[in-house]
Structures are given as structure tokens and as C-alpha cells.
């Protein structure tokens, strides 16, 4: 029996581990802010003996070569599934050595961003895993990555990690990253910080009113969880405050991208206390069902700060939806994040069970 365990946790590992992204050092150039000309060259630890590997791209990049250690390589292209539509596979077969390096030359059409949530604008161009700006493998998690951004020199950059700059250039080096590199770049940065200064925010198009708003109560919800759960392992906080008003916002290590739907209401102020929560949780895979502790425990806390700053009509209002979804007879371990009942699982039903 125990032979038979160490078999399984072996194949298992090969299964997760094929080929796996260590590094990504990447040369960026936005000159005229409508195309994004790439550079990559990415590291790769191979612990497989498959002749095959693959990554994604956004389906409109134009590949102008593709190299591994030096060498011309023959690729094929699919289309990615309705899960990432913006997206299309890159197939590459061939003999792989232990460590390898991929070295690849595309353009990106900034106009050509398919997916509604992040459409060009000129003053606010944000590029993350979402609108597949550099070539990713979804299962790779955790790698470090130096990138040296060309751009005018009346642009900023904001991303995680630390940033340097001289004139035009920006050089961006993150050695803790998770799952994705989120870039914003804007020539209209509002540049304002919480009260208490953990959290520094860069927006566009916000009021006077709005700033103070935001200020004041990421300064309430920082403080919140620090007296509720303890001190968060993240010291520096960037939040950007997009100017889409999309239902979309996100967190990753110490960098989060928030979109204000309803003007900065109390809907807003959920979802930043939510993204603000993760800085308390670690994130888990994902799709993977453990990935529950990383947003059932973030929507979790945004309830219990919306709890004390709600009236108590107000409040029991809200928790209509978690009341209803709580009904739902299904398990987290049942469903992954492509499945239809995944956000009111994952969301409403586990972060219910936890305030229970």
C-alpha cells in the first residue's frame, strides 16, 4: 500500500511539474501606446520526459519568432476554449533538456483587446493574465520576473514588485510573484494613501469626494481585519481604481486592481474590503477546490467589516443572497471555477457557513 502511495504522489508531481516557468526577463516597448512590442525570454525547469509542451498567448499577437536555447522551433497554434476565449495555445513538440529557455518576439494590438472588461484606453492601459499581454502557462504559479519597459516619458507604470525608472525607461523586478504580472500604465495618475498609510492608490477621473471616501475607509477596513485577524504578512499596498466601472476586481500579492460600479457606494466599499481580505489569506491554487480558503475567507471578512459599518436592516438586506445560496445542496470539493454554481458556492454559500 504504501508503495503503491509512493507511485501516485510521484505521477502526481510529474503531472504538475512537466515544464514549469522559473523566470521570465522581458524587453517592452510602447512607443506610439497602440502596439505592445515583446521581448521574452523565459526559463523553463523540465521534469518530464513528454516531447511536448505548451503555453498561451492572446489569439491577436503576432509571433515574430520563437526560439528555444538559441534554436528556430517549429510550433502549431489552437484555439483556447470558451473558458479563455481572448486567448490561443501554442504547441510546441520537440526533445526538452533538464532546463531550457524560450525566447520569444510578438506584437500586441492594444485595440485588438477582446475581452469587455479591459478595453484599450489611452490614458489607462492595464495588461494582466486576463488580457494575455505575455505568454503564460495557467498552472505555473510562483516565478520571478525582471521587465524593462519603453514608453513615453509622460507615462507611469504601476505594477507589483519594485519599480525603477530613468527617463523613459521603467525596469520592474518581482522575485515573490503569484500567477500573474498586472501592469498599469496612465499619463492622469491620482496619486493619494490611506490615513494610516499602508495602502497607496493611483486612480483616474475620481473626485475630490471619492479620494477622501476611499481614504477614509480603506483606512477603517485595514484596521478592521489587523484588530480581527492579526497582522497581515503584506507591509506595502498598491490599489489602482480603474475608470471602467466593470464587476470586475482582483487581488495579488500586495497589488490589487479595484473598479468602482456604483461611484464608491457601500457595493464598492464590499469589494475593496474583500480584495483588501486576501492580504489576511493565502491563496491557494487555482481551480482547485482549496481555493475556497482564498476567497470564501476574503468574502468571509468583507462580511464581517459590511457587518459593523451597516445599519442592521441594512445588513440583513445583504445577507439575503448568502442565505439563498446556502440552500444550494452542493459541495466546494464538487464543482471547479468554470462551473456555473462556482461564484455562488465559492462566494455566497462557504463565506455564509463561515459567518454562521
Request: glycine share 2%; proline share 4%; net charge neutral.
Amino acid at each position: 500500500m504504501k508503495s503503491k502511495l509512493i507511485l501516485i504522489i510521484i505521477l502526481l508531481s510529474n503531472l504538475v511539474y512537466a515544464q514549469e516557468i522559473r523566470n521570465y526577463e522581458g524587453r517592452i516597448a510602447l512607443d506610439s501606446l497602440e502596439t505592445l512590442n515583446a521581448d521574452f525570454r523565459i526559463e523553463y525547469c523540465n521534469s518530464s520526459s513528454e516531447k511536448e509542451f505548451y503555453f498561451y498567448l492572446n489569439k491577436n499577437a503576432k509571433i515574430n519568432h520563437l526560439k528555444i536555447n538559441k534554436n528556430s522551433i517549429n510550433y502549431k497554434t489552437e484555439n483556447a476554449t470558451d473558458f479563455m476565449p481572448d486567448f490561443k495555445k501554442i504547441i510546441i513538440k520537440n526533445s526538452f533538456p533538464k532546463k531550457f529557455y524560450l525566447e520569444i518576439n510578438y506584437s500586441y494590438p492594444l485595440d485588438k483587446i477582446e475581452n469587455p472588461t479591459f478595453l484599450y484606453k489611452p490614458n489607462w492601459i492595464e495588461l494582466s493574465l486576463y488580457t494575455g499581454w505575455f505568454p503564460i502557462n495557467f498552472n505555473d504559479k510562483n516565478y520571478s520576473y525582471k521587465l524593462d519597459f519603453e514608453m513615453p516619458e509622460n507615462y507611469q507604470i504601476i505594477s507589483s514588485g519594485s519599480i525603477s525608472r530613468n527617463k523613459n525607461k521603467t525596469i520592474i523586478l518581482n522575485n515573490e510573484n503569484y500567477k500573474d504580472i498586472p501592469v498599469i500604465l496612465s499619463d492622469k495618475f491620482q496619486i493619494f494613501s490611506a490615513k494610516n498609510e499602508k495602502i497607496k492608490f493611483y486612480g483616474t477621473e475620481l473626485s475630490e469626494k471619492q479620494i477622501t471616501d476611499i481614504e477614509n475607509t480603506s483606512t477603517e477596513i485595514y484596521n478592521f481585519f489587523e484588530a480581527t485577524f492579526g497582522k497581515s504578512d503584506s507591509k506595502n499596498l498598491i490599489v489602482t481604481v480603474n475608470p471602467f466601472a466593470h464587476p470586475m476586481s482582483y487581488a495579488r500579492k500586495g497589488f490589487i486592481s479595484l473598479s468602482l460600479k456604483n461611484g464608491f457606494a457601500n457595493s464598492d466599499k464590499k469589494i475593496l474590503s474583500h480584495e483588501i481580505g486576501h492580504l489576511w489569506w493565502k491563496n491557494a491554487p487555482f481551480g482547485t477546490y482549496e481555493e475556497w480558503l482564498n476567497e470564501s475567507f476574503a468574502e468571509f471578512s468583507a462580511l464581517k467589516f459590511m457587518q459593523q459599518k451597516l445599519e442592521e436592516e441594512e445588513f440583513k438586506e445583504l445577507l439575503k443572497k448568502y442565505e439563498t445560496a446556502y440552500q444550494k445542496p452542493i459541495k466546494i470539493s464538487e464543482i471547479s471555477p468554470n462551473d456555473d454554481n462556482w461564484y455562488s458556492i465559492a462566494y455566497l454559500k462557504y463565506p455564509y457557513i463561515l459567518y454562521k
